[in-house]
């Protein structure tokens, strides 16, 4: 996981190749300007999600994890807690959606909460459990989220 602000002195050099174009997007696109739904990057290997949601009283809330692909979760504005615990590969499914890949998990331990306000970024690779979405202080706000969605296949690259 990688947990950062576009308001940051991060340049994310660091990061594969991947994850700085989707960051680069991220900090140059309006997304208030745009519609609720999905956007190609670069064909179905990078595509963004646009939404506009309310965040979720944490026992309405489920923790998730993505086989193929990481999520660049993006607030360009709101603020949520954002449930974070490694996979150890022992955690129950209690559902799957697959043609998302989508998997909602049973049972984990071992969570951390970020608060998650406007200019923050989350990179979630399959390894990270996540729960997206909570309502900060039990008070579920209406804001929009922005979603890039990166297929681990280009993550080999070089740095």
Same mark, same amino acid.
């Given at each position: 996981m990688i947990f950062?602000?576009? =308001?940051?002195? =991060?340049?994310?050099?660091?990061?594969?190749?991947?994850?700085?174009? !989707?960051?680069?997007?991220?900090? +140059? +696109?309006?997304?208030?300007?745009? %519609?609720?739904?999905d956007y190609p990057l670069e064909g179905n290997l990078m595509y963004v999600k646009v939404f506009d949601q309310t965040s979720i009283p944490f026992e309405d809330t489920r923790p998730?994890?993505?086989h193929h692909?990481?999520?660049?979760?993006?607030?360009?504005?709101? %603020?949520?807690l954002a449930g974070i615990t490694p996979n150890p590969g022992t955690y129950?499914? !209690?559902? +799957?959606?697959?043609?998302?890949d989508l998997y909602f998990l049973e049972g984990i331990q071992n969570e951390s909460f970020i608060h998650c306000l406007p200019g923050c970024i989350a990179v979630y690779f399959p390894w990270d459990v996540h729960r997206p979405s909570v309502a900060y202080e039990g008070k579920p706000i209406t804001y929009r989220k922005v979603v890039v969605k990166v297929?681990?296949?280009?993550?080999?690259?070089s740095i």
């Amino acid at each position: 996981m990688i947990f950062s602000s576009l =308001n940051s002195t =991060n340049d994310f050099s660091l990061c594969p190749s991947a994850i700085r174009r !989707a960051v680069e997007y991220l900090k +140059t +696109t309006d997304f208030f300007q745009m %519609e609720p739904g999905d956007y190609p990057l670069e064909g179905n290997l990078m595509y963004v999600k646009v939404f506009d949601q309310t965040s979720i009283p944490f026992e309405d809330t489920r923790p998730e994890i993505h086989h193929h692909y990481a999520d660049v979760q993006y607030w360009p504005e709101g %603020e949520d807690l954002a449930g974070i615990t490694p996979n150890p590969g022992t955690y129950t499914v !209690a559902e +799957t959606h697959e043609s998302d890949d989508l998997y909602f998990l049973e049972g984990i331990q071992n969570e951390s909460f970020i608060h998650c306000l406007p200019g923050c970024i989350a990179v979630y690779f399959p390894w990270d459990v996540h729960r997206p979405s909570v309502a900060y202080e039990g008070k579920p706000i209406t804001y929009r989220k922005v979603v890039v969605k990166v297929h681990m296949d280009l993550m080999k690259d070089s740095i």
